[in-house]
């Protein structure tokens, strides 16, 4: 069985550690290329179509942390907030997820709010001052690309390299007390987090 090796990071005594995670499996890796199509149609402003919307459900309901957050990240991206998958995201919310998931639901839901006010979603102060390092890594790159980074176009324009991004994000996170090895941790060793963001074609 072809395996795809990740990594899980996590707080002990104040600094980061890596561990092996439960690798994500052949069936749940064949999803990846059907969930890039999907980013892609909606960061071009598409609308998900109904064989879109079943493949998510599939997606949310396989319980992996990388197909559930990229799901995730599409509910709160879709133009007009789909009611069936929101309430998958909050029934899943209620139950055991690892952090990385947890951040990806939690920024959805805030999108989804902040379209049903008519506004542009901005991470709220809870997010930024979490103690989900994915959730404040999140929550800054959206600061930094809202006030000074640029779009995603600009982003990948600029390829910023994988150093930048990090200081960047740990001088915003320095008065939280996050030290800049746990952002490295995660932005440099954690696989999954690493192939999640290439699923939603993020860049530093």
């Known amino acids: 069985m072809i395996k795809i090796a990740v990594y899980t990071i996590f707080l002990i005594g104040g600094f980061v550690a890596t561990s092996n995670a439960k690798p994500m499996d052949t069936r749940a890796a064949e999803n ?48 007009r907030p789909d009611e069936l ?4 995201l ?26 049903a006010h008519g506004q ?8 930024r001052n979490s103690t989900n390092l994915y959730l404040m890594i999140e929550a800054t790159r959206a600061l930094l690309q809202e006030n000074g980074m640029g779009d995603q176009t600009a982003l990948k324009k600029k390829r ?3 150093m930048l991004f ?4 740990s001088e915003h996170l320095s008065s939280n007390g996050v030290t800049n090895s746990n952002v490295t941790q995660i932005i440099l060793f954690d696989e999954r987090y690493k192939l999640l963001l290439s ?6």
């Open 32 to 79: 990846i290329p059907e969930l890039r199509r999907i980013v892609e149609n909606v960061r071009k402003g598409g609308s998900l179509s109904q064989k879109d919307r079943n493949f998510l459900i599939q997606c949310l309901d396989s319980r992996d942390p990388v197909l559930l957050s990229a799901s995730a990240w599409i509910v709160g991206e879709e133009r």
């Open 85 to 88: 998958l929101i309430g998958k």
């Open 90 to 115: 909050n029934a899943i919310q209620k139950t055991k997820l690892d952090d990385m998931t947890i951040a990806f639901v939690r920024i959805a839901f805030e999108k989804v709010e902040a379209k």
């Open 120 to 127: 542009r979603w901005l991470p709220s102060k809870e997010s």
């Open 160 to 162: 910023l390299d994988e």
């Open 166 to 169: 990090i200081n960047a994000v």
């Open 199 to 204: 699923i939603l074609q993020e860049y530093y």
